[in-house]
């Protein structure tokens, strides 16, 4: 199901690489908390090779994404809710006030 409502927010270059780059930072952190937490338990447990390989590369695929999900939500520059779709009113919530003033602005000229 495609949302009533469609808000796009304008991103400076600066703000999307400082934004990316957190992503892969939240990621290699997740990762790097893994592998020093993750392989000595997972080494202590006894596991067959087997077993041991395919649980390393599980916690490698999947600590990454989770970090850069939890880093992309913690750093990102505007949130947004859908208060009411079918009236399309939402609700903004915007990490650099800056940026709200100017997204106001330019609806305002909109109309």
């Known amino acids: 199901m495609r949302p009533a409502v469609e808000v796009v927010v304008p991103l400076c270059a600066a ?3 400082r934004w990316t780059r957190r992503l892969w930072l939240g990621a290699l ?3 790097g908390v893994t592998a ?3 392989l000595p338990a ?4 006894k596991l067959d090779d087997i077993v041991f390989w395919i649980a390393v590369v599980a916690l490698g695929v999947v600590a990454p994404l989770v970090g850069s999900m939890v880093a992309g939500r913690m750093a ?3 949130r947004m809710k859908v208060v009411d779709s079918s009236r399309g009113v ?3 919530w915007f990490r650099n006030e800056n940026v709200a003033k100017r997204v106001a602005a330019e609806g305002a ?3």
């Open 90 to 92: 939402v609700r903004l």
């Open 36 to 38: 020093a937490a993750g």
């Open 76 to 78: 990102e520059p505007v």
């Open 42 to 45: 997972l080494s202590l447990l």
């Open 29 to 31: 952190a997740a990762l």
């Open 15 to 17: 703000c999307a690489r």
């Open 109 to 111: 000229e909109r109309g």
